[in-house]
């Protein structure tokens, strides 16, 4: 039988795995796709939690956090895009203009 | 009836505001400029002509009109209060007097100078403030009056801004009198206290001051009785204010103010502020004998030595400078044998001779200096070396400076002799006089009348040494500055007649001391209960009296021996004394002293905490606060690394922490 227990560790194994690459890729693109993952896991959470608490409440989050990350992923890749015409890179140690 | 005595001081100020706040934008016209500062003043005349009158009419002799309350705190009352008594009233035509005319001298002698506005506007709160000194009821409304006048000293001193000399001039007046005004109010607290604290009465007021006066006598401080240390605080004051040992030199450097200013402040009025102070407080000053002495001696020593010192000075206005401190010296003389009302008949008629030595002086250099500007030469205009032979260029200004002369060394039926005789025959026989002092003021006149005619020589007669390229641009001044002269030089002739001594009164024919009639409602009652009166006879009075006019006499003759029948005289003297004149040129080296004394460990005090405690260490806290930070924001600036991982990393981190604190509690 496959308990919320089970949905529950998956979703952490995924949400440490998604904050590991954040941490230590450089790829841009990688990075912004382990932060998909992390936010994927954290809607396996609430859709598991929902289920397991009989509520609705946990799902409607989700379809918000969709639309969140639907419109991240456009602006996301946008600026991807236009930085690296600029610095024919999407590596994020070359992102330091700002830096004194 | 009494008042709007304080319409008196208004004026002025009203034209002192006037002038300051507009005449720069608005009136600019000299000429109006002119006549608001003379008119303020003249105004102020007339109201004082009318109380003067009135209150010769009165048998009420004393005064007040409380124009508002000023400080009220606990057991101090002050009001803004003016009194009108025979010395105030007196004070008055002579302030305001010679104040018009000196304003309207002014306007000539100013002509075209920048500034005229700011000139007249000094002038007027010059005299407003001495005419709160002089009428002020308490010893604050005094103070206020006091402390105006070394203000105005100052500014007026330092009006040509321009010049670095004067600058400093206008700074040792200023602190000069500020050691003196220290002890004016030392004395007033002592007196404040005393009379409060053990007697009850708390008050400022002069007429309440003299009612009390005597509940003081049995007590005591500092080992001595508490009049006397009062006392001598307020003397220290009035040294500051009227240029007496050891606090004299600024008045000579005060000449680098334009001569009107000299004439008015440094000569007529503001000086003698100090004299007028020990009259009002005369019933103080009687109680102790041992401030009497003091205020007797240190006079005489200052005429003598000042007197020493203007022998040798060649600029005209430092030789006058040097005849006030001397004169001065004899009012206090005066005022320290108990002839308070020769003191302040001195203080009157010296006023006028003075005022019009100075202004003749003035028009002497207003011309030298219009000669040698329009012949293009630098010579000193004020050095009575480039003068000489005047007397034919610059006759009415020759007339009043050589009557003015004759005032001030005291000839016969002249103003001066008749007050400097009193002061002499007080020093003389009076119970607190002696020989010492007397013996001392006889040789400071001989000295008087020698320098003051070697000045006039040297100026109006002989060769004229002026360069000839000058020499024949030098013209009579115009009228404005000429009638002031004829009317002070009319004053100085006749002012003394109102105080014609006893003797010679009753000689000509019952002619009585109209003065000290006049004025013996504010001193006879200290004379009376101290005892304090000149005893002796007739004939040692006109013995004494014949005496000094010979003393004078023989001045007169050294003097023109020396500077008319043998010109080569004084050169030859000055070669073989030749230390003794350096030295006395040099003014003894009195300032070089102080300066050794005081002035440059005070500077060293100051630089000391300049460079070792402003620089080193309030300079090193504030700068050291500022590295810290600098060091330590270098030090935690690393921790920024730009790298946009590490912050994450450290969310992250925190976010553990967070949740682990969570879990656990």
New interface residues.
């Given amino acids: 039988m496959i308990s919320v227990y089970h949905y529950m560790s998956v979703a952490a194994i995924l949400f440490a795995m998604g904050?590991y690459g954040?941490?230590?890729r450089r790829n841009a693109i990688v990075i912004f796709m382990c932060i998909e993952l992390m936010l994927n896991s954290v809607n396996l959470t609430f859709i598991a939690l929902s289920r397991h608490l009989q509520s609705m409440d946990g799902q409607i989050f989700v379809f918000f956090v969709m639309t969140v990350a639907a419109a991240e992923a456009a602006v996301g890749l946008a600026l991807m895009i236009t930085f690296y015409r600029n610095r024919e890179s999407i590596d994020?140690?070359d992102?330091?203009l700002?830096?004194? | 009836m009494y008042d709007k005595l304080w319409l008196i001081p208004f004026f002025p100020l009203l034209g002192c505001i006037i002038n300051g706040l507009l005449g720069k934008r608005f009136i600019k016209n000299e000429k109006v400029i002119g006549a608001i500062g003379t008119g303020a003043v003249f105004l102020s005349f007339l109201v004082s002509c009318k109380y003067f009158i009135q209150l010769l009419g009165d048998t009420v002799k004393s005064h007040e009109n409380i124009v508002a309350s000023w400080i009220s705190v606990g057991n101090l009352q002050v009001d803004w209060g003016f009194l009108l008594d025979p010395l105030s009233a007196l004070m008055l035509m002579v302030v305001c007097g010679v104040g018009s005319l000196i304003h309207l001298y002014s306007i000539g002698y100013m002509h075209g100078e920048e500034g005229f506005y700011r000139y007249f506007s000094y002038l007027n709160l010059f005299v407003f403030s001495m005419l709160m000194l002089v009428l002020g009821n308490n010893a604050l409304v005094m103070f206020v009056g006091w402390e105006g006048v070394g203000l105005c000293s100052y500014l007026l001193i330092g009006y040509y801004i321009e010049k670095q000399s004067a600058g400093d001039a206008a700074k040792k007046a200023f602190v000069m009198n500020r050691v003196g005004d220290f002890g004016f109010l030392l004395g007033l607290f002592i007196i404040f206290w005393t009379l409060g604290s053990k007697h009850g009465v708390w008050t400022i007021n002069f007429v309440e001051i003299s009612e009390n006066a005597h509940l003081m006598s049995g007590d005591m401080m500092l080992g001595a009785g508490v009049t006397t240390v009062a006392t001598l605080c307020f003397f220290l004051g009035a040294t500051g204010k009227s240029a007496q040992l050891p606090l004299y030199t600024w008045l000579p450097d005060a000449m680098e103010g334009p001569t009107p200013v000299s004439a008015l402040i440094h000569a007529a009025t503001m000086v003698t502020a100090g004299v007028y102070m020990i009259g009002r407080m005369n019933v103080l000053f009687a109680m102790s004998p041992t401030t009497m002495f003091v205020v007797a001696m240190v006079g005489a020593l200052t005429a003598i030595f000042a007197a020493t010192i203007g022998f040798a000075q060649n600029d005209i206005k430092r030789v006058l400078a040097y005849s006030t401190v001397s004169q001065l010296g004899f009012m206090f003389i005066a005022m320290g044998v108990g002839a308070f009302t020769a003191g302040i008949f001195h203080l009157m008629t010296h006023a006028f001779f003075k005022a019009c030595l100075f202004l003749g002086s003035g028009s002497v250099i207003h011309a030298m200096h219009h000669a040698l500007h329009h012949a293009h030469l630098d010579d000193d205009a004020q050095d009575m070396r480039n003068m000489g032979g005047l007397r034919k260029k610059m006759p009415v200004t020759w007339a009043t400076f050589g009557i003015s002369c004759l005032a001030i060394s005291g000839l016969p039926f002249f103003s001066g002799f008749f007050s400097k005789d009193e002061i002499l025959w007080w020093a003389f026989a009076s119970t607190r006089g002696s020989m010492l002092v007397w013996g001392i003021a006889v040789i400071a006149a001989f000295m008087t009348a020698f320098y003051m005619f070697r000045c006039l020589y040297m100026t109006f007669y002989g060769e004229q040494r002026t360069n000839p390229k000058a020499k024949d641009h030098i013209h009579e001044s115009p009228w404005l500055i000429t009638l002031p002269l004829v009317v002070l030089a009319f004053l100085a002739t006749v002012g003394g007649l109102i105080g014609i001594p006893h003797v010679l009164g009753n000689l000509l024919g019952h002619i009585p001391n109209k003065l000290e009639h006049f004025l013996a409602p504010v001193f006879e009652h200290s004379q009376n209960l101290h005892q304090i009166e000149a005893h002796g006879s007739a004939a040692t009075e006109f013995g004494l009296m014949g005496f000094s006019v010979v003393v004078a006499l023989a001045g007169i003759a050294l003097a023109t021996i020396m500077y008319i029948r043998n010109p080569e005289l004084p050169g030859r003297f000055t070669a073989k004394f030749s230390q003794l004149h350096r030295a006395v040129f040099n003014k003894w080296y009195v300032d070089e002293a102080y300066d050794a004394l005081f002035v440059n460990s005070t500077k060293n005090l100051g630089i000391f905490c300049w460079k070792g405690f402003d620089v080193k260490v309030v300079d090193g806290i504030v700068n050291g606060v500022a590295k810290l930070v600098g060091a330590l924001a270098a030090t935690l600036r690393h921790t920024q690394t730009g790298l946009f991982q590490n912050y994450a990393l450290t969310m992250v981190l925190g976010t553990v922490v967070m949740v682990a604190i969570f879990i656990l509690n």
């Fill in positions: 904050t954040v941490l230590t994020v140690d992102m330091n700002l830096k004194l």
